[in-house]
């Protein structure tokens, strides 16, 4: 079984930066995608980036150029770097990871549980 377990979330003021963690743990044969989604009151979940186990990444348009997505395939890790954070930004991320678990031979998708991000004005 895969678990992903976030972290780095908290409140910042307007301009600040802030730091996101994901590591995804148990039974894991390899890690394909890695990503982060976020979900505002009110909106629907939106791609925030994502980076492939080659290193290719991908971000959404309203994040483009603020943030960073970067993984460690040693640690299983990826992280989010946010700067120029604004008051729109505020909502729960959600790690994503598609993974081959050690007792498959076939790639699942594995969320974590989130991490509010409030940037305040």
């Known amino acids: 079984q895969v678990q992903l377990v976030e972290s780095g979330g908290g409140l910042v003021q307007a301009g600040g930066s802030l730091r996101l963690s994901c590591t995804a743990s148990?039974?894991?044969?390899?890690?394909?995608?890695m990503g982060w989604y976020r979900q505002a009151p009110g909106q629907q979940r939106e791609l925030v980036a994502t980076?492939?186990?080659?290193?290719?990444?991908n971000y959404g348009n309203s994040v483009q150029g603020r943030f960073t997505v970067s993984r460690d395939n040693g640690k299983n890790t990826v992280y989010l770097q946010m700067n120029a954070l604004k008051s729109d930004d505020t909502a729960v991320y959600y790690c994503?990871?598609?993974?081959?678990?050690?007792?498959?031979?076939?790639?699942?998708?594995?969320w974590g549980q989130g991490t509010q991000v409030t940037v305040s004005s």
């Open positions: 994503s990871a598609n993974a081959f678990p050690a007792a498959w031979g076939r790639a699942y998708d594995y």
């Open positions: 148990g039974s894991i044969f390899s890690i394909n995608t």
């Open positions: 980076v492939t186990a080659a290193g290719r990444t």
